[in-house]
């Protein structure tokens, strides 16, 4: 095996990024912005159990959640992305210091409300080590 074929085996495609929103508009722009800067979307999911449902069938290279879903919060998801060791960012405009006293939550990098298309590539890519 040659060493481009080697490289191409470790990154081939694009990269898998699960979408958490239940805001439709919201989540067409996110899945835009993604799909924009090279990436594959998967979703987007409005609920926890769809996208529990969906790292079921897929386990994605990072995910963009919205913490509110609503009236549900995304920490099953979020708990289930870290078991498998998935990065994500938060788009979210929940509480810091409401984030900061959820074990799943706390840390992650939240990009707020209304998101910033751009940084949020830019924040994938950081992510996923893949330049938007």
Same mark, same amino acid.
């Given at each position: 095996?040659? @060493?481009?074929?080697?490289? /191409?085996?470790?990154?081939?495609?694009?990269?898998?990024?699960?979408?958490?929103?239940?805001?439709? @508009?919201?989540?067409?722009?996110? +899945?835009?912005?993604?799909?924009?800067?090279? @990436?594959?979307?998967?979703?987007?999911?409005?609920?926890?159990?769809? /996208?529990?449902?969906?790292?079921?069938?897929?386990?994605?290279?990072?995910?963009?959640?919205?913490?509110?879903?609503?009236?549900?919060?995304?920490?099953?998801?979020?708990?289930?992305? +870290?078991?498998?060791?998935?990065?994500?960012?938060?788009?979210?405009? /929940?509480?810091?210091?409401?984030?900061?006293?959820?074990?799943?939550?706390?840390?992650?990098?939240?990009?707020? +409300?209304?998101?910033?298309?751009?940084?949020? /590539?830019?924040?994938?890519?950081?992510?996923?080590?893949?330049?938007?």
């Amino acid at each position: 095996m040659s @060493f481009m074929n080697q490289t /191409a085996d470790t990154h081939a495609g694009p990269r898998t990024v699960l979408v958490v929103e239940d805001e439709f @508009f919201i989540a067409l722009e996110v +899945k835009s912005a993604l799909t924009n800067a090279g @990436f594959e979307v998967l979703g987007p999911a409005s609920s926890v159990d769809h /996208a529990l449902g969906l790292i079921n069938d897929t386990t994605p290279d990072a995910a963009v959640l919205d913490v509110d879903l609503g009236g549900e919060r995304v920490t099953p998801v979020a708990l289930q992305l +870290k078991t498998l060791g998935v990065p994500f960012v938060l788009a979210s405009a /929940a509480d810091p210091a409401a984030l900061a006293q959820n074990a799943a939550l706390a840390g992650a990098r939240n990009l707020g +409300k209304p998101t910033d298309m751009r940084q949020l /590539a830019q924040a994938v890519g950081e992510i996923t080590d893949m330049a938007p």
